[in-house]
C-alpha cells in the first residue's frame, strides 16, 4: 500500500479527523494523527492485513521551539513482509510555563520497544506517555533537574558538587 492507500484506509476506519494534515516536506511523507488517537491508529497498522508495520524502528520527541511552544512524537514504522515504511507524527501545544508535562497516549502495547524510545524522549525532553507502563528516566539520573534537549534548557550549575560544562 502506498501513502494515499494507507491514508484512506485510516479515514475509512477512523473518519476524516484522525488525519490532522500531512508534512511532505520531507525525503519521507508523514502523516500527522490526531494526538489523542494515536495508540490505535497504530494498533490498526500494524494488525490490518494489508499494511502489517510489524516493527517500530523509532520514536522521536521533538520540541518545536519557544515560539511554537509544540512537542511532538514522530513515528517511523516499518512492515517487513511488505518492505515499506511510513512515518506518522502527533503535535500538541503545550505552555512551558504550566508544571505539568506535554504528554501523549503510550504506543508501548502496540510494540514494546516503544517501551525505551518513550523513557528516552520523557528523559531527555520532558514528553510524558499516558498509560506507559515504567515511566522513569533511562539515561539521566533520577534526580537529574531539567530536560536537556528541550529548547529553553537552562544547564544546571553543579551535580552533586561536580562543576557541569
Known sequence: MGFEDIKA????????????????????????????RI??????LRDNEKTWFDQLSCLSGVDYGIEEN??????????????????????KYHDRSRDELPSFPTVSSVWKTADWHEREAYDLLGI????????????????????????????????HGIKVD
Open 70 to 91: 509544540m512537542f511532538g512524537v514522530v513515528y517511523h514504522l516499518a512492515s517487513i513482509p511488505y518492505k515499506t515504511q511510513l512515518t506518522l507524527k502527533v503535535r
Open 128 to 159: 510524558g506517555f499516558e498509560g506507559h507502563p515504567d515511566l522513569r528516566r533511562i539515561l539521566l539520573p533520577d534526580d537529574w533537574e531539567g530536560y536537556p534537549l528541550r529548547k529553553d534548557y537552562k544547564v544546571q550549575e553543579y551535580y
Open 9 to 36: 484506509l485510516l479515514i475509512n476506519k477512523f473518519g476524516e479527523g484522525i488525519i490532522v494534515g500531512e508534512d511532505i516536506t520531507g525525503l519521507q511523507p508523514a502523516l500527522i494523527i490526531s494526538p489523542e
Open 39 to 44: 495508540a490505535e491508529v497504530c494498533l490498526e
